[in-house]
């Protein structure tokens, strides 16, 4: 069975760091490209992040580009997102995916509140 | 960026009755040389991840029942309900994968009228 879960969200000052972390498991993680996505309190979806496989091919969403960081480790089947300069607007709850292109599963996501 | 816009916002369908969702994107989403449109649609639930439902824009993703439909091609696209049960209450989102940044619908929510 394949299942991702997230952890690290927690209420974090603007200005802030916080590192998101996604444990995979029931499917060979090192052969899929993997997204991060995030939902605002009440909102849709956006796209924020995804990585090819190995590490290769990494795209962002423009108002992230350079604060926040998608990696991964294929040996600790897992997925991050290192998250910087942390702002109001970043609030949502976090999920990690799997796909390039449709996202076939998703975890439960993790909240991530930035407030002072 | 491709923006994709859902009709209706919300709708509200009989039990038993079909439910329409439309979503157009900004530009084609269909990819001449394998004529496959990179269009999925999802299901989310109150305090639940989105599922998928449909993926290429017509291809039901597995265990999905068959009331859930997918069709369209180029920049528009339905995702039609055939027969709404209590347990499709919830809002659909359509998403783009033709181009980076991935975009969404702001999502259509389904109720029981």
């Known amino acids: 069975e394949v299942q991702l879960v997230e952890s690290g969200g927690g209420l974090v000052q603007p200005g802030g760091s916080l590192r998101l972390s996604c444990a995979a498991s029931?499917?060979?993680?090192?052969?899929?490209?993997m997204t991060w996505v995030r939902q605002a309190p009440g909102k849709g979806l956006e796209w924020v992040a995804n990585?090819?496989?190995?590490?290769?091919?990494?795209y962002y969403l423009d108002s992230v580009k350079g604060r926040f960081t998608i990696s991964r480790d294929n040996a600790k089947n897992s997925l991050y997102l290192q998250m910087n300069s942390l702002r109001v607007e970043d609030t949502a709850v976090y999920y990690c995916?799997?796909?390039?292109?449709?996202?076939?599963?998703w975890g439960q996501g993790t909240l991530v509140t930035v407030s002072s | 960026d491709i923006v994709m816009t859902q009709s209706p916002d919300s709708l509200a369908v009989s039990l038993g009755e079909r439910a329409t969702i439309n979503c157009k994107s900004s530009?084609?989403?269909?990819?001449?040389?394998?004529?496959?449109?990179?269009l999925a649609w999802y299901q989310q639930k109150p305090g639940q991840p989105p599922k998928l439902l449909i993926s290429w824009a017509s291809t039901r993703a597995s265990g999905v029942p068959d009331r859930f439909s997918g069709s369209g091609s180029g920049t528009d696209f339905t995702l039609t309900i055939s027969g709404l049960q209590a347990e499709d209450v919830a809002v659909y989102y359509c998403?783009?994968?033709?181009?980076?940044?991935?975009?969404f619908g702001q999502g259509t929510k389904v109720e029981v009228k």
């Open positions: 998403h783009q994968y033709y181009h980076t940044p991935r975009t």
């Open positions: 029931g499917f060979t993680f090192g052969t899929y490209w």
């Open positions: 530009q084609s989403i269909l990819y001449s040389s394998n004529n496959k449109n990179y």
């Open positions: 990585m090819k496989e190995d590490g290769g091919e990494i």
């Open positions: 995916g799997r796909g390039w292109a449709e996202i076939d599963f």
